[in-house]
């Protein structure tokens, strides 16, 4: 089940798109956002759970969604940075992407945050839109 989605209807932010994925207590909450930046603006890095693409983060966008308490492993696609972590029911998790500058291009960048740090940070950013978010997890 998923609750952060774009459509023509008004959305709601992400504060209150995480204050209804916490009413699924059997489920664990995961935030995944990227604040604006101007480095790296046109990328968009896939975050991954357990191996498996999860969301294409854009600049300035937050996803929140639930996945199945247990131990999972997030991370930005082909690349060594992520965390691994046990999720348990009505747990939450902060996912921050940054852009790291590269030779050619830059990369994505992911890391665990403090809640509290990673609420103040997530709630004023705009929701990610379905189009960016894999299929399982729509």
Same mark, same amino acid.
């Given at each position: 089940m998923l609750c952060a989605c774009e459509s023509t209807a008004r959305q709601p932010d992400a504060a209150t798109a !995480? @204050?209804? #994925? $916490? +009413?699924?207590?059997? @489920? !664990?909450?995961v935030v995944v956002?990227?604040?604006?930046?101007s480095? +790296?603006?046109f990328l968009s890095p896939t975050v991954q759970v357990d191996g @498996?693409?999860?969301?294409?983060?854009?600049? +300035?966008?937050?996803?929140v969604g639930l996945v199945s308490p247990g131990r999972h492993v997030f991370q930005i696609e082909n690349q060594n940075s992520g965390t691994e972590v046990t999720l @348990? #029911?009505? #747990?939450k998790i902060y996912l921050k992407v940054e852009i790291e500058? *590269?030779?050619?291009? +830059?990369? *994505?960048k992911l890391t665990q945050v403090a809640p509290e740090q990673g609420e103040f940070e997530a709630k004023r950013l705009k929701?990610? #839109?379905?189009?960016?978010? !894999? $299929?399982p997890y729509r």
């Amino acid at each position: 089940m998923l609750c952060a989605c774009e459509s023509t209807a008004r959305q709601p932010d992400a504060a209150t798109a !995480a @204050k209804l #994925s $916490a +009413g699924h207590s059997d @489920k !664990a909450t995961v935030v995944v956002y990227r604040l604006r930046n101007s480095l +790296g603006g046109f990328l968009s890095p896939t975050v991954q759970v357990d191996g @498996k693409s999860l969301v294409d983060i854009d600049n +300035g966008r937050v996803f929140v969604g639930l996945v199945s308490p247990g131990r999972h492993v997030f991370q930005i696609e082909n690349q060594n940075s992520g965390t691994e972590v046990t999720l @348990k #029911s009505g #747990s939450k998790i902060y996912l921050k992407v940054e852009i790291e500058p *590269g030779m050619w291009k +830059g990369r *994505g960048k992911l890391t665990q945050v403090a809640p509290e740090q990673g609420e103040f940070e997530a709630k004023r950013l705009k929701l990610i #839109s379905t189009e960016q978010i !894999a $299929a399982p997890y729509r």
